[in-house]
C-alpha cells in the first residue's frame, strides 16, 4: 500500500479538515488485495454485436448522469443529448421540475429541436407544424380540426417521455426505459452516490453552483476505453506531467461503491500547491471525483471553485462523443483568472486523454493483444467499472435467453393512431444489427407471414 502523504497547514475550515482527514483515513485503512486483475478482451471494444447490446442492456434502461441542475436555470433551458443511437431534450418546464422526452414528434417522426440547447416556450416541429408543451403535451396540430377530422383527439398524444431524477446535491439524471416506472430505480443503481462524505462536507452550497460553457470532443475509441482511462492515475505520472506536478499521487485511490454503481477518487494536492495562493486554503482542495457508471463523471474543487462534469456519450462501436461541463462553486476563489487556469489544465488533461485513448484503440482493432493484466491497487477502478459492465450484460442476456429475443426497454409499447396499432410486443425483434427490423409490423400490415418478407429483399 502507498504510504500516505499528511499535508496539513493548518489553515483549512473545520468542514474542508474532515473531507481532508476521510481521504487520509480511507487510504490508510484500505484493504489491498494482492491477485492480479484481467482486462476485458479486445472485442469489448469493437465488435458491433456487443455495442447493440450494450444499448439494449445498459444505454436502454440504466440512469445515466446527464448534467446538473444549474444548467436549467430559467423555465424552458434545454438541452440537446445524442448517446447510443438515442437522441433526447431534457427541460426546465412550467412547474419547475426537469423533464425529458425523445426528439421525435409524434407525427411524421421530424425531430422537434435542432439545436444543441437554447431556451423555449414551446417546442415546435419544423415539418408540418405540430406544437408541444414544455410537458410534452400537444397543443397544436394543423388542420386536425374537429370538424375536418373528428376520430383525431389531440389530448392522447404527447411526446414519447424519458425518466429523469435530480439528486440531492442537483445532479441530473436520465433514463430511457420506456415503462411508467423503469427496471431499474435511481435508489437500486445509485444508492448513497449523493450521500458521500465528502460531498456533504465539501462546503459548496450545491443550490448556488453556475454553469458556465460546454466543450466537445469527437474521439475515435470506444466509449469504454475512456471509463477505463479516468478510473486509474496510474499512467498519470507518465502521460499527465501537469498531473504529476501538482498531485500527491500516493494519495491517489479509488473506493469503488458496491454494490451500488459508482466509483469514489480521492488524492492530496501537492503541499507545495497548497501554498499558492491559486487555492482556497479554507476550502478542501484535493480531488474528490465520482465516476457516474456508465459513463459520466463529476469533480467538484471547491479550492478552486472549479467543477467539471464529463459525459462519454457513444456515437457507434469504436467512437464515442465526449462532453465536458464547466461549472464555477461559490468560492472566493472562482475569480476569472483562477477559473481560465483550472480550464486551461483540464482542456490540456483531455487533450492528453485523447491521445492515449485513439491509440489504444487503434491496436485493439489489430486483432493482436487480447487482454492485459490488471495491478490490484492501482486499476481497481478499472477492474470495477469492467465487472458493472460485465454483471448487466450477462443478465440482459440471460433475460433474452429466455424471451427469444431481444428486448429493447427504450422502445415504448403498443401505439394507437387512428383504428391502427402500429406496435407490439414482437417490435422488439431485430434482424440481428441491433435495429428493430420491423418485420412482424410490416407483416401484419401487409397481411402477410413475416417469412415472407424475406422475399421481398433484394
Known amino acids: 500500500m502507498p504510504a500516505p502523504i ?3 497547514d493548518g489553515t483549512r475550515s473545520a468542514a474542508a479538515d474532515v473531507v481532508h482527514q476521510l481521504h487520509i483515513k480511507g487510504l490508510s485503512e484500505k484493504a489491498i488485495s494482492t491477485d492480479v486483475g484481467c482486462s476485458l478482451p479486445h472485442g469489448f471494444y469493437h465488435l458491433p454485436a456487443i455495442y447493440h447490446l450494450e444499448r439494449r ?6 440512469w445515466f ?13 434545454y438541452v440537446q443529448y445524442e448517446m447510443a443511437g438515442f437522441n433526447f431534450v431534457v427541460v426546465k418546464n412550467k412547474e419547475g421540475d426537469i423533464v425529458g422526452f425523445h426528439n421525435i414528434c409524434r407525427h411524421r417522426a421530424f425531430p422537434i429541436v435542432h439545436e444543441t440547447s437554447g431556451t423555449a ?9 405540430w406544437t408541444y408543451g414544455l410537458n410534452g403535451k400537444l397543443t397544436k396540430a394543423p388542420r386536425f380540426t374537429p370538424e375536418s377530422v373528428p376520430a383525431f383527439d389531440a389530448s392522447d398524444i404527447r411526446l414519447f417521455p424519458i425518466h429523469t431524477h435530480v439528486d440531492r446535491n442537483g445532479f441530473v439524471y436520465v433514463n430511457l426505459d420506456a415503462r411508467p416506472e423503469p427496471e431499474i430505480s435511481w435508489e437500486e443503481q445509485f444508492g448513497d452516490l ?7 462536507n465539501s462546503g459548496v452550497d450545491w443550490d448556488a453552483v453556475e454553469y458556465d460553457f460546454t466543450w466537445v470532443k469527437e474521439g475515435k475509441f470506444n466509449w469504454k476505453i475512456m471509463q477505463d482511462n479516468y478510473n486509474e492515475c496510474y499512467h498519470c505520472l507518465t502521460a499527465h506531467p501537469d498531473v504529476a506536478r501538482t498531485t500527491a499521487l500516493d ?3 479509488v473506493s469503488p461503491g458496491t454494490p451500488h454503481h459508482y466509483i469514489s477518487h480521492f488524492s492530496e494536492p501537492k503541499a507545495s500547491i497548497l501554498a499558492t495562493s491559486a487555492f482556497d486554503t479554507t476550502r478542501f482542495a484535493g480531488r474528490s471525483a465520482t465516476h457516474v457508471w456508465p459513463g459520466g463523471h463529476f469533480s467538484p474543487n471547491p479550492g478552486t471553485g472549479f467543477m467539471h462534469l464529463m459525459r462519454s456519450l457513444p456515437t457507434s462501436p469504436t467512437t464515442t462523443r465526449q462532453e465536458y461541463d464547466v461549472y464555477k462553486l461559490n468560492t472566493p476563489h472562482a475569480t476569472p483568472e483562477a477559473h481560465q487556469r483550472m480550464i486551461n489544465f483540464y482542456q490540456k488533461v483531455v487533450d492528453e486523454d485523447f491521445g492515449l485513448c485513439e491509440r489504444v484503440q487503434t491496436n485493439l482493432e489489430r486483432g493482436i493483444f487480447e487482454a492485459g493484466p490488471l495491478h490490484p491497487f492501482h486499476e481497481e477502478g478499472v477492474q470495477a467499472f469492467q465487472a458493472m459492465v460485465l454483471k448487466v450484460l450477462r443478465q440482459q442476456i440471460t433475460l ?9 426497454a427504450a422502445r415504448p409499447p403498443a401505439q394507437r393512431v387512428g383504428n391502427k396499432e402500429t406496435n407490439s410486443a414482437d417490435a422488439a ?6 435495429e428493430s427490423d420491423g418485420k412482424s409490423i410490416c407483416a401484419k400490415m401487409l397481411d402477410c407471414d413475416q417469412t415472407r418478407l424475406k422475399v421481398l429483399e433484394w
Open 429 to 434: 425483434n431485430s434482424d440481428g444489427d441491433g
Open 194 to 200: 449523493d450521500r458521500q462524505a465528502v460531498l456533504q
Open 121 to 129: 416556450k414551446i417546442f415546435s416541429c419544423k415539418y408540418h407544424g
Open 400 to 408: 433474452e435467453e429466455a424471451a427469444g429475443r431481444e428486448i429493447w
Open 6 to 8: 499528511m499535508i496539513d
Open 65 to 77: 448522469l446527464v448534467s446538473h441542475k444549474a444548467r436549467y436555470d430559467n423555465v424552458g433551458d
Open 251 to 253: 494519495t491517489y485511490y
Open 57 to 62: 442492456a445498459i444505454f436502454s434502461k440504466r
